[in-house]
Protein backbone atom coordinates (compact mmCIF):
# COMPACT_ATOMS: atom_id res chain seq x y z
CA UNK A 1 0.00 0.00 0.00
CA UNK A 2 1.83 2.83 -1.37
CA UNK A 3 -0.38 6.08 -0.38
CA UNK A 4 -0.16 8.40 -2.80
CA UNK A 5 2.96 8.61 -5.26
CA UNK A 6 4.44 11.36 -7.06
CA UNK A 7 6.38 11.68 -10.19
CA UNK A 8 8.79 13.41 -11.00
CA UNK A 9 10.31 13.66 -7.13
CA UNK A 10 12.78 16.54 -8.98
CA UNK A 11 12.51 18.33 -12.36
CA UNK A 12 14.40 22.05 -13.63
CA UNK A 13 12.51 23.43 -16.69
CA UNK A 14 13.62 26.30 -18.74
CA UNK A 15 10.88 29.07 -19.40
CA UNK A 16 8.19 28.18 -21.82
CA UNK A 17 8.82 24.58 -21.88
CA UNK A 18 5.85 22.05 -20.95
CA UNK A 19 5.66 19.37 -18.31
CA UNK A 20 3.29 17.01 -16.36
CA UNK A 21 3.38 15.93 -12.81
CA UNK A 22 1.69 12.44 -12.34
CA UNK A 23 -0.03 11.30 -8.88
CA UNK A 24 -1.53 7.83 -8.33
CA UNK A 25 -3.36 6.88 -4.79
CA UNK A 26 -4.00 3.27 -4.06
CA UNK A 27 -6.18 4.14 -1.11
CA UNK A 28 -9.79 4.26 -3.63
CA UNK A 29 -10.09 7.68 -2.77
CA UNK A 30 -12.39 9.69 -4.16
CA UNK A 31 -11.26 13.77 -3.97
CA UNK A 32 -7.67 15.01 -4.99
CA UNK A 33 -6.13 17.94 -4.75
CA UNK A 34 -2.57 19.83 -6.15
CA UNK A 35 -1.35 22.21 -4.05
CA UNK A 36 2.00 24.42 -4.51
CA UNK A 37 3.81 25.22 -1.47
CA UNK A 38 6.33 28.22 -1.19
CA UNK A 39 8.27 29.99 1.53
CA UNK A 40 6.09 31.61 3.99
CA UNK A 41 3.10 31.31 1.92
CA UNK A 42 1.79 28.36 2.89
CA UNK A 43 -0.20 25.32 0.70
CA UNK A 44 -1.99 26.97 -1.94
CA UNK A 45 -4.72 24.95 -3.95
CA UNK A 46 -4.44 24.90 -7.72
CA UNK A 47 -6.94 22.58 -8.98
CA UNK A 48 -8.92 19.38 -7.65
CA UNK A 49 -11.60 16.80 -8.25
CA UNK A 50 -13.82 15.37 -6.67
CA UNK A 51 -14.24 12.01 -8.66
CA UNK A 52 -13.51 10.40 -12.26
CA UNK A 53 -13.83 12.64 -14.68
CA UNK A 54 -14.30 16.15 -12.55
CA UNK A 55 -12.51 18.93 -12.13
CA UNK A 56 -12.92 22.36 -10.60
CA UNK A 57 -10.54 25.64 -10.14
CA UNK A 58 -8.71 25.73 -6.91
CA UNK A 59 -7.55 29.41 -5.12
CA UNK A 60 -4.08 29.66 -7.87
CA UNK A 61 -5.26 27.67 -11.22
CA UNK A 62 -3.86 30.10 -13.70
CA UNK A 63 -1.14 28.31 -16.08
CA UNK A 64 -1.92 25.31 -14.97
CA UNK A 65 -4.11 22.31 -16.44
CA UNK A 66 -5.44 19.24 -14.62
CA UNK A 67 -6.71 15.86 -15.57
CA UNK A 68 -8.66 12.85 -13.69
CA UNK A 69 -9.39 9.80 -16.64
CA UNK A 70 -8.95 6.96 -13.79
CA UNK A 71 -9.75 7.66 -10.58
CA UNK A 72 -6.23 6.66 -8.89
CA UNK A 73 -4.63 9.35 -11.21
CA UNK A 74 -4.50 13.11 -11.01
CA UNK A 75 -1.99 14.88 -13.72
CA UNK A 76 -1.22 18.79 -13.26
CA UNK A 77 0.45 20.29 -16.39
CA UNK A 78 2.39 23.27 -17.09
CA UNK A 79 2.02 23.68 -20.67
CA UNK A 80 4.34 26.95 -20.90
CA UNK A 81 6.35 27.09 -17.68
CA UNK A 82 7.02 30.32 -15.81
CA UNK A 83 9.85 31.18 -13.35
CA UNK A 84 7.00 31.61 -10.94
CA UNK A 85 6.27 28.53 -11.21
CA UNK A 86 9.30 27.24 -9.43
CA UNK A 87 7.54 25.48 -6.48
CA UNK A 88 7.10 22.63 -4.27
CA UNK A 89 3.86 21.08 -5.68
CA UNK A 90 2.04 18.27 -3.80
CA UNK A 91 -0.60 15.74 -4.63
CA UNK A 92 -3.29 14.77 -2.06
CA UNK A 93 -6.34 13.28 -1.87
CA UNK A 94 -9.15 12.11 1.02
CA UNK A 95 -11.96 9.66 0.79
CA UNK A 96 -15.93 10.24 1.17
CA UNK A 97 -17.18 9.82 4.49
CA UNK A 98 -20.83 10.41 3.00
CA UNK A 99 -22.75 13.16 2.49
CA UNK A 100 -22.40 16.04 4.96
CA UNK A 101 -19.79 13.81 6.73
CA UNK A 102 -16.60 14.77 5.24
CA UNK A 103 -13.96 15.98 7.52
CA UNK A 104 -11.60 16.82 4.99
CA UNK A 105 -8.64 14.87 6.19
CA UNK A 106 -5.92 14.81 3.52
CA UNK A 107 -3.13 12.08 2.49
CA UNK A 108 -0.14 13.93 1.09
CA UNK A 109 2.07 12.61 -1.77
CA UNK A 110 6.07 13.24 -0.81
CA UNK A 111 6.04 16.24 -3.30
CA UNK A 112 7.42 17.49 -6.59
CA UNK A 113 10.56 20.01 -6.73
CA UNK A 114 10.08 21.75 -9.63
CA UNK A 115 12.75 24.70 -11.06
CA UNK A 116 11.72 27.20 -13.68
CA UNK A 117 14.84 28.60 -15.10
CA UNK B 1 -10.77 36.70 1.72
CA UNK B 2 -10.16 33.52 4.33
CA UNK B 3 -6.98 34.26 6.41
CA UNK B 4 -5.16 31.31 8.51
CA UNK B 5 -2.30 32.69 10.67
CA UNK B 6 0.06 30.94 12.46
CA UNK B 7 3.25 32.27 14.69
CA UNK B 8 5.62 32.84 11.86
CA UNK B 9 8.17 32.66 14.27
CA UNK B 10 10.02 29.34 14.88
CA UNK B 11 9.03 28.12 18.43
CA UNK B 12 12.37 27.07 20.23
CA UNK B 13 11.43 24.73 23.84
CA UNK B 14 13.48 22.55 25.87
CA UNK B 15 12.90 18.71 26.19
CA UNK B 16 10.72 17.88 28.62
CA UNK B 17 8.45 21.46 28.15
CA UNK B 18 5.02 21.42 26.80
CA UNK B 19 5.06 23.46 23.30
CA UNK B 20 2.02 25.83 22.31
CA UNK B 21 1.43 26.42 18.46
CA UNK B 22 -1.41 28.97 17.56
CA UNK B 23 -3.63 29.38 14.78
CA UNK B 24 -5.94 31.56 14.28
CA UNK B 25 -8.43 32.60 11.61
CA UNK B 26 -10.48 35.40 9.89
CA UNK B 27 -13.71 35.06 7.90
CA UNK B 28 -14.44 31.62 7.54
CA UNK B 29 -16.67 28.87 9.43
CA UNK B 30 -14.95 25.93 9.78
CA UNK B 31 -16.64 22.94 10.54
CA UNK B 32 -13.43 21.04 11.22
CA UNK B 33 -9.57 22.33 11.97
CA UNK B 34 -6.80 20.04 11.74
CA UNK B 35 -3.24 19.86 12.64
CA UNK B 36 -0.79 18.30 9.95
CA UNK B 37 2.97 17.94 10.76
CA UNK B 38 5.31 18.60 8.28
CA UNK B 39 9.32 17.45 8.41
CA UNK B 40 11.45 18.58 6.28
CA UNK B 41 11.62 17.33 2.41
CA UNK B 42 8.41 15.19 3.05
CA UNK B 43 4.94 15.87 2.69
CA UNK B 44 2.27 16.74 5.33
CA UNK B 45 1.27 13.73 7.58
CA UNK B 46 -2.49 14.68 9.47
CA UNK B 47 -1.89 14.62 13.07
CA UNK B 48 -5.50 15.32 14.25
CA UNK B 49 -9.05 17.05 13.93
CA UNK B 50 -11.18 18.78 16.02
CA UNK B 51 -15.01 19.61 14.74
CA UNK B 52 -16.60 22.63 15.67
CA UNK B 53 -19.08 21.76 18.34
CA UNK B 54 -16.00 20.24 19.99
CA UNK B 55 -13.70 22.44 22.68
CA UNK B 56 -10.86 20.19 23.29
CA UNK B 57 -9.50 16.68 21.73
CA UNK B 58 -6.40 14.73 22.99
CA UNK B 59 -4.38 12.17 21.11
CA UNK B 60 -1.52 11.26 23.23
CA UNK B 61 0.57 13.30 23.95
CA UNK B 62 -1.15 16.66 21.68
CA UNK B 63 -3.87 18.13 22.82
CA UNK B 64 -6.06 20.57 20.74
CA UNK B 65 -8.44 23.27 21.81
CA UNK B 66 -10.87 25.42 19.36
CA UNK B 67 -12.82 28.03 20.31
CA UNK B 68 -15.02 29.38 17.45
CA UNK B 69 -16.08 32.44 19.30
CA UNK B 70 -12.38 33.98 19.15
CA UNK B 71 -11.86 31.90 16.11
CA UNK B 72 -8.37 30.02 17.44
CA UNK B 73 -7.16 26.92 17.79
CA UNK B 74 -3.78 26.15 19.94
CA UNK B 75 -2.11 22.86 19.30
CA UNK B 76 0.01 21.71 22.61
CA UNK B 77 2.34 19.00 22.46
CA UNK B 78 3.19 17.80 25.91
CA UNK B 79 6.53 16.52 27.43
CA UNK B 80 8.13 17.41 23.53
CA UNK B 81 10.74 15.50 22.29
CA UNK B 82 13.62 16.38 19.72
CA UNK B 83 11.45 14.16 17.66
CA UNK B 84 8.78 16.25 17.70
CA UNK B 85 10.97 19.10 16.00
CA UNK B 86 8.75 19.69 12.50
CA UNK B 87 6.69 22.67 11.34
CA UNK B 88 3.21 22.53 12.08
CA UNK B 89 0.09 23.12 9.81
CA UNK B 90 -3.07 24.13 10.99
CA UNK B 91 -6.13 23.85 8.31
CA UNK B 92 -9.90 24.25 7.95
CA UNK B 93 -12.36 22.42 6.35
CA UNK B 94 -16.09 23.03 5.67
CA UNK B 95 -18.01 20.19 4.25
CA UNK B 96 -19.64 22.29 1.88
CA UNK B 97 -16.93 23.20 0.28
CA UNK B 98 -14.65 20.35 -0.92
CA UNK B 99 -11.35 22.33 -0.27
CA UNK B 100 -9.17 22.33 2.82
CA UNK B 101 -7.04 25.62 3.19
CA UNK B 102 -3.70 25.61 5.07
CA UNK B 103 -2.05 27.76 7.19
CA UNK B 104 1.46 29.09 6.79
CA UNK B 105 2.97 26.67 9.43
CA UNK B 106 5.08 27.15 12.68
CA UNK B 107 8.48 25.44 12.76
CA UNK B 108 8.90 23.70 16.12
CA UNK B 109 12.60 23.14 17.37
CA UNK B 110 12.95 21.05 20.61
CA UNK B 111 16.67 21.31 22.40
CA UNK B 112 17.34 17.76 24.26
Known amino acids: NAGVTQTPKFRVLKTGQSMTLLCAQD?????MYWYRQDPGMGLRLIHYSVGEGTTAKGEVPDGYNVSRLKKQNFLLGLESAAPSQTSVYFC????????????????FGEGSRLTVL | SQKIEQNSEALNIQEGKTATLTCNYT??????LQWYRQDPGRGPVFLLLIRENEKEKRKERLKVTFDTTLKQSLFHITASQPADSATYLCALYNTGGFKTIFGAGTRLFVKA
Open chain 1, 92 to 107: ASSYWRGRGSNTGELF
Open chain 2, 27 to 32: NYSPAY
Open chain 1, 27 to 31: MNHEY
